[in-house]
């Protein structure tokens, strides 16, 4: 049967026109989803409005300082900004120290543990009742043995960090698809080759994960070891100890601020570079989509 000319011209246009919708779903997807984080950080300022004009009165509104009186007598003013901003470059330097050293201490500790059960029973119980143990109790120890400065801040990261360094990677490296294992068995692979081509790559995404997990807690190891170890150089949880005796509020809120500023772009680093490092190949790189 012939189809007339004047529908001949509109199947194709009809066809054409299915496809779209569904990016056009995509993209309000898209659009959403960044809207979203500006809606939840709208709603957080207008809470902080609310409980510095509703909840407090005027003589104890100092305790929550409304924002723009954070942003003028903190942010824009540098005699306030400038010590905040040096004490952050020290935390971020212990902290970042602290998170390389968890790091290859951590997949070091995991690739050993998994060599053989025998290991992994001997050193995992001791990798536990290292995350279980108070930092606060470690303080005073640690100042004795290795002073009040830079190095023992740097220890207390370390100790933080270190756990989910260790147990996600060796979660990776003991994930790894039996049948490709049984593939370099039968290549008769040394236990080098199957480490460095199989149990590592494919452990990246577990890396990473833990990653995304140690570089926050490094950020608060490096904080209350500013509180605590407090020679050398002021850190920005120095500051929120001293902010904190003075009730200077608009300050304590701002180093605040900055602190978890800090901790997110460190976040989203690495969240950026796993997805970079893990390319396309795993579910973790493409969001679910």
């Not at 100790?159 to 360094?165: C, E, Q, V």
């Not at 990653?211 to 509180?227: E, K, P, Y």
């Not at 902010?243 to 300050?251: I, M, N, T």
Request: with cysteine.
């Amino acid at each position: 049967m012939t189809v007339p000319a004047s529908t001949a011209g509109t199947v194709p246009a009809a066809t054409a026109r299915q496809a779209p919708p569904a990016d056009r779903a995509r993209r309000r997807g898209r659009r959403l989803a960044r809207l979203v984080p500006l809606a939840s950080f709208a709603l957080a300022v207008g809470v902080w409005y609310a409980v510095s004009y509703l909840a407090l009165s005027p003589d104890r509104r100092f305790l929550v300082p409304p924002p723009h009186q954070v942003l003028t007598t903190s942010f824009l003013d540098w005699t306030h900004l400038q010590p905040m901003l040096q004490a952050l470059g020290l935390t971020a330097q212990i902290a970042l120290v602290g998170l390389l050293i968890a790091t290859f201490a951590g997949i070091g500790t995991a690739v050993l543990m998994s060599r053989g059960r025998l290991l992994e029973g001997l050193i995992y119980p001791y990798a536990v009742v290292l995350q279980t143990v108070p930092i606060l109790a470690l303080v005073p120890l640690l100042g004795m043995w290795f002073g009040f400065g830079f190095t023992s801040r740097v220890i207390v990261c370390v100790l933080i960090a270190l756990f989910p360094m260790i147990s996600n990677t060796l979660f990776g490296l003991q994930s790894v698809d039996q049948a490709h294992h049984d593939l370099f068995t039968l290549q008769k692979a040394s236990r080098w080759a199957r480490l460095r081509k199989l149990e590592l790559p494919a452990a990246l995404p577990a890396i990473f994960t833990g990653l995304r997990t140690s570089s926050g807690l490094s950020v608060i190891g490096a904080i209350v070891g500013d509180m605590f170890f407090k020679q050398g150089s002021p850190g920005i949880g120095t500051l929120l100890d001293v902010y904190r005796a003075r009730l200077q509020s608009e300050d304590l809120f701002a180093a605040i601020l900055l602190a978890s500023l800090f901790g997110v772009t460190v976040f989203a680093l690495f969240t950026l570079l796993g997805r970079i490092c893990v390319g396309s190949w795993h579910a973790s790189a493409s969001d679910g989509r």
